[in-house]
């Protein structure tokens, strides 16, 4: 691996987030997008094990070492985090599936870390913390994607809408509806905010993934 391969990485990943981008917004295929986003995520992170000791998202000050394509991946997270807020999820499982995620991130480092001789403790550390950011950012996209065990569907009242244009993640279109007995927030689609008046009642769909993650969608 030499920095002109690097580069020629950082050009592609960034040219697959513009067409994933592009296939998102135009032909509606949000799943690909997120695949895209995963893959490119996953890839570096490979790339960065594969290369370890030598490699660094910083400029190293050995130019025997290399600076990992670091745009890629921190434009992957921020697209997926992004996505995730528009997600309905039972949030409770969010925090339980980042735990599996940052292991199996984790596992094939260890077994590079632990055959090279001279061990950086603090860039252990900083591989740590990079694979729970990592894995906050994935767990949802990457739960949506897998197959769907169970599907119910209930009607529910709409109590009211709320729209909020945010700095960080962008337009946000949300309904409360009445969900046993209680108000519940859900974010849906801006045709679907425009069409939706409060006292309407709409199906919420529930799906459960096959590890037991929880999404809803207002039909």
Not at 117 to 143: H, Q, T
Request: net charge positive; hydrophobic share 50%.
């Amino acid at each position: 691996m030499n920095k002109e391969k690097l580069k020629i990485i950082n050009r592609v990943t960034i040219l697959l987030l513009i067409i994933g981008f592009i296939l998102d917004v135009l032909l509606n295929q949000r799943s690909l997008f997120i695949i895209i986003c995963l893959g490119v995520i996953l890839f570096i992170w490979g790339l960065y094990i594969y290369l370890y000791p030598k490699a660094y998202f910083i400029e190293p000050r050995n130019p025997n070492n290399f600076r990992l394509p670091w745009i890629g991946i921190v434009a992957s997270s921020i697209i997926l985090m992004v996505i995730t807020n528009n997600i309905n999820f039972y949030n409770n499982y969010y925090f339980i599936s980042i735990i599996p995620l940052s292991i199996l991130l984790l596992i094939p480092f260890f077994i590079k870390f632990f055959k090279t001789k001279k061990r950086d403790i603090r860039r252990l550390l900083l591989v740590l913390i990079a694979s729970v950011c990592i894995a906050s950012s994935i767990s949802i996209p990457f739960n949506s994607l897998l197959p769907i065990v169970n599907t119910t569907r209930v009607k529910s009242e709409v109590l009211s809408k709320s729209y909020a244009n945010a700095s960080d993640t962008g337009k946000h279109f949300e309904l409360y509806l009445k969900v046993n007995g209680k108000a519940k927030r859900f974010t849906v689609s801006k045709s679907k905010y425009k069409h939706t008046k409060e006292n309407d009642i709409v199906l919420i769909e529930k799906r459960e993934n096959i590890f037991g993650m929880i999404f809803y969608n207002i039909l």
